[in-house]
């Protein structure tokens, strides 16, 4: 931890003495969540005793900081003032003609020779069997401490390559201008208390990958993060792109690392059928394919996706045009709802969101955090409400229908001062949240601002709740659960179309069915569409839920709600729409 300190420290001293400026030097702000234990072993063979494994740290270290030094120019600091536009930088720093060479692009490291043979070579999967039992108990505490496959990363070599370039041929052919020049970047990559191979893979990876004339400086901040490892030209396409447009904040294709055998999943050359980041009305960040516009806007390759949203943990800005759309919100706590809130401030106040396919970087993508933080969802939700109250106008209220606890917060006013956003957002004069619907995100389905009814579903003869269920995506029966009134899972609307609709992660209806009722795709999608009639319901005055197309009502008696015959003096076929306001 002190080496950590030591470097920072070192960056910082340099980051306060500086007094010029490349005005269109680009911040990689690569949030990859490498969550680094720092006490953990660098060595691809079994170490023998601690003050072993203690020099071996310190002369990683040695190495990565003579690296790293090596880089001259630092960033400035940060100040909040207009921002120029790249091509009026032009008159200040004179550039060629024509297009950088492969050799003006050299990485900044040669990578060693690899051995073929090697754990994880080329990318490939490492499976270590016959372990011994020393071995598999130090397996699996670093699979609990980490969630996920520690134990394989620290025997896979920190400098190992990824195997041939296997993106597209326009994007291994894909040529950049040199005027206006490639900006500079600084790469930021944030970890906290984690596996320490991971780190210095990742750093390692940037040194090997980044032209030496475009990487400024890498900046290790201590805080919270995942490893990630970046695959051939992953950054002058990001590089170039704000180049071109100094409002566009664009992030990598993700390649998925494998949790367990640190195997890279590599670009396909023939492309594939790429994802963009979208949100749904719990304000929680999800991929979704491509809409048809998008694909036949695109040539080929090498243009980039617009995005609704983006991840938020591996991205590229412009540093001037960050200051100016007003960074990150100071007030948001820890982690969780930022990725949104610069998405909707992002494409509101002028800018867009791009992801571009040519550049890859891989990331390991866990299948639960290790981490846990003081008030748990509360702080998340607190976050939320903050970027609702900034950004959503009259369509936050969809929000907190499915957040009890975001609209307790809302109630109490416990969700800190937001003038400062609101001034961001008046004096870039940002459209409303209708405008970003409409013509940035027109596919998502806008659930009624005014339900006919809203809340959880409690039957009268059992006292369970309507409950959707874990992992409930469509085509799966309703279940029976005690109620809790907090939303989500038991969170449903009964719409002016006559839907009993679950509208949080997907657009699910209960659709009557003889047997167990089922949750699937609602018909109706808006716009020129229609409601099926198994998805019609009427809510009786004797509190029955009938659907006309089968004639039949929905009972609780059983595992799951199924559909009976209508009897009104049957208590478990009488429901109480529960609101939650």
């Not at 990958?209 to 475009?214: E, F, G, H, K």
């Not at 929680?284 to 938020?312: C, M, N, V």
């Not at 109490?412 to 409303?432: A, P, Y």
């Not at 020129?528 to 008696?557: F, H």
Request: charged share 25%; with cysteine.
């Amino acid at each position: 931890m002190a080496h950590i300190r030591l470097l920072i420290k070192l960056f910082c001293k340099k980051l306060f003495h500086h007094k010029k400026l490349w005005k269109f030097g680009a911040v990689i702000f690569f949030f990859m969540v490498f969550l680094i234990l720092m006490q953990r072993e660098v060595s691809v063979q079994d170490s023998k005793d601690v003050s072993g494994m203690e020099k071996n740290k310190n002369k990683m270290f040695d190495l990565m900081i003579e690296a790293v030094n090596n880089i001259k120019d630092v960033m400035p600091k940060l100040q909040i003032k207009a921002p120029v536009r790249q091509n009026n930088n032009a008159g200040d720093r004179p550039c060629l003609q024509g297009y950088y060479t492969a050799a003006e692009l050299k990485p900044f490291l040669d990578r060693p020779p690899q051995d073929s043979n090697a754990p994880g070579a080329s990318g490939k999967s490492f499976k270590p069997e016959n372990l011994s039992p020393e071995e598999q108990k130090e397996k699996e505490n670093g699979e609990a401490k980490h969630c996920f496959n520690a134990f394989v990363s620290d025997r896979i070599s920190l400098h190992r390559d990824l195997g041939p370039d296997t993106r597209p041929p326009e994007c291994i052919e894909q040529k950049f201008k040199r005027c206006p020049s490639l900006p500079t970047t600084s790469v930021i990559i944030i970890f906290h208390n984690e596996a320490w191979s991971t780190l210095l893979r990742t750093v390692h990876s940037v040194l090997y990958s980044s032209p030496a004339i475009l990487l400024k400086e890498i900046i290790l901040v201590d805080d919270a993060s995942e490893d990630g490892e970046c695959f051939y030209g992953w950054l002058e396409p990001l590089l170039a792109r704000i180049a071109e447009n100094y409002t566009a904040v664009v992030s990598p294709d993700i390649a998925s690392i494998d949790l367990n055998t640190f195997e890279f999943n590599k670009p396909s050359p023939y492309g594939y059928n790429h994802n963009r980041g979208n949100f749904d009305w719990s304000l929680s960040f999800g991929w979704e394919s491509l809409p048809e516009h998008e694909r036949q806007r695109r040539k080929d390759e090498t243009y980039p996706i617009r995005t609704p949203t983006f991840a938020g943990g591996l991205f590229s800005i412009s540093k001037e045009y960050f200051e100016y759309i007003g960074t990150y919100d100071e007030e948001m706590k820890i982690w969780g709802g930022e990725n949104i809130e610069m998405s909707f401030r992002v494409w509101q106040c002028g800018g867009q969101l791009e992801i571009m396919p040519c550049s890859v970087v891989g990331h390991v993508f866990r299948s639960k955090s290790p981490h846990s933080f003081p008030k748990g969802t509360q702080v998340i939700a607190r976050n939320q409400v903050r970027l609702a109250e900034v950004w959503m106008d009259e369509f936050k209220e969809i929000f907190y229908r499915r957040n009890t606890e975001a609209a307790k917060i809302v109630k109490q006013k416990t969700f800190g001062d937001i003038s400062k956003r609101l001034e961001i957002k008046h004096r870039l004069q940002c459209k409303n949240f209708t405008w970003y619907l409409n013509n940035v995100y027109p596919e998502i389905y806008v659930p009624d601002l005014n339900p006919v009814i809203s809340g959880y579903i409690q039957n009268k003869g059992r006292h369970l709740c309507l409950d959707v269920g874990e992992n409930n995506l469509g085509g799966k029966p309703l279940i029976m659960y005690t109620c809790h009134g907090l939303g989500g899972n038991q969170y449903f609307e009964y719409s002016a179309q006559h839907e009993i609709r679950h509208s949080i992660q997907q657009e699910l209806c209960l659709h009557a069915v003889q047997g167990p009722v089922q949750l699937n795709t609602c018909s109706y999608k808006g716009q020129k569409t229609l409601t099926i009639d198994v998805q019609k319901w009427e809510i009786q005055k004797d509190q029955l839920l009938y659907n006309p197309s089968l004639n039949l009502c929905l009972t609780g008696n059983g595992e799951h709600p199924s559909l009976v015959p209508c009897n009104p003096s049957d208590v478990f076929q009488q429901w109480d729409f529960v609101s939650q306001a």
